[in-house]
């Protein structure tokens, strides 16, 4: 009873959600946003990413950029069903547990994908230098089956970072929330999942030089009327984004040739349409972009308590190496 409670509420809220987001950004709309002592549209608050539109466009649905509002309705209905009958001892349970306060909050899209270009709604084939990388990153993750130490373990497990921080910033399974902090001379943008804040200067400086290379990037922003347009670069080989398991793939990688541009638009009174384009000739073979809706909710954000160093790691290793020898 519960479930097909919240099934419809949800449903009801949804359309009505889809129907004030297409409102807010049709030409004309009166909604104004508010603004900074410096008059710059307000972007500052808690936000939350959480989506259940998929990265790129199933294949059953190709061709078809847009749901309609009830096919959109029906699709996200069902995924949330779909997350509330999982089972206690599903090692997913915790979805359920962490991100149902967001279910309420996450934009219904009409969007069969978060990818709209290539207008396939498909990340763009490797190219050849990222084909060969894919390779090597393969044989890696062979080789870290039986890792010696923590170092040889991907970030996440590491806790260094999920690559929901981005950029871009594609969400994670949980906690999928951010906070923008701004101010005339810099926005600062933290992600709840895991725990990094990307400073971003608004001051006309340049990018670090090139021989600095930090794993998120080296951001700098600019105002293009009502949108904040923030440019990254400066990525390290070793950088990963990610979305969530459920709605995006896992095998997503770049190289220290990443260049992401974002732009976020306030769009209504609780939500922010962010977009992103995503190039590295290293990797694939033409740039990608996306699109999705950051909802409003209230804070605060939560420590996300995973970091570096953390003893659950050093004990699965541990434990690994006790059984092997064991076997011997």
């Known amino acids: 009873m519960r479930l097909r409670s919240l099934s419809l509420a949800l449903l009801l809220a949804s359309v009505l959600a889809a129907q004030a987001s297409r409102n807010a950004t049709k030409p004309g709309a009166k909604w104004s946003p508010a603004r900074t002592t410096d008059g710059r549209p307000a972007l500052q608050g808690y936000w939350t990413n959480a989506t259940f539109t998929p990265l790129e466009r199933p294949p059953e649905l190709a061709g078809k950029e847009f ?74 993750a062979r080789r870290r089956e039986a890792a010696e130490s923590a170092d040889s373990r991907n970030l996440g497990e590491r806790c260094i970072t999920w690559g929901a921080d981005g950029p871009p910033m594609l969400g994670s399974t949980y906690n999928a929330n951010l906070q923008i902090v701004q101010s005339q001379g810099l926005v600062a943008i933290y992600n709840e999942m895991v725990h990094r804040v990307r400073i971003v200067p608004l001051d006309g400086s340049p990018h670090l030089p090139s021989n600095i290379r930090q794993l998120g990037g080296d951001s ?31 095998d997503i990688f770049s190289s220290h040739n990443l260049h992401v541009i974002e732009r976020f638009t306030r769009t209504g009174p609780d939500q922010i349409l962010y977009q992103f384009t995503v190039e590295d000739p290293s990797t694939w073979t033409r740039p990608w972009s996306g699109e999705m809706v950051l909802r409003k909710f209230e804070g605060p954000i939560l420590e996300s308590a995973c970091h570096e160093g953390n003893y659950g790691l050093a004990n699965i290793l541990a434990a690994a190496r006790a059984k092997e020898s064991g076997a011997k």
Do not use: C, M
């Not at 990340?123 to 990153?137: D, T, V, Y």
């Open 220 to 250: 700098r922003g600019r105002w293009d009327g009502e949108t904040l347009v923030v440019d990254s670069t400066n990525f390290t080989d070793d950088t990963n984004f990610r979305g969530p398991p459920s709605t995006a793939r896992q």
């Open 67 to 140: 749901y309609t509002e009830a096919e959109a309705a029906s699709f996200q209905a069902e995924r949330l069903r779909r997350e509330n009958s999982q089972a206690a001892d599903d090692v997913h349970y915790d979805n359920v547990a962490w991100q149902s306060e967001n279910y309420n909050k996450s934009a219904l899209s009409l969007r069969t994908s978060v990818v709209f270009d290539p207008p396939d709604g498909r990340i763009p084939p490797l190219s050849a230098s990222g084909q060969k990388r894919a390779a090597e990153l393969a044989r890696a």
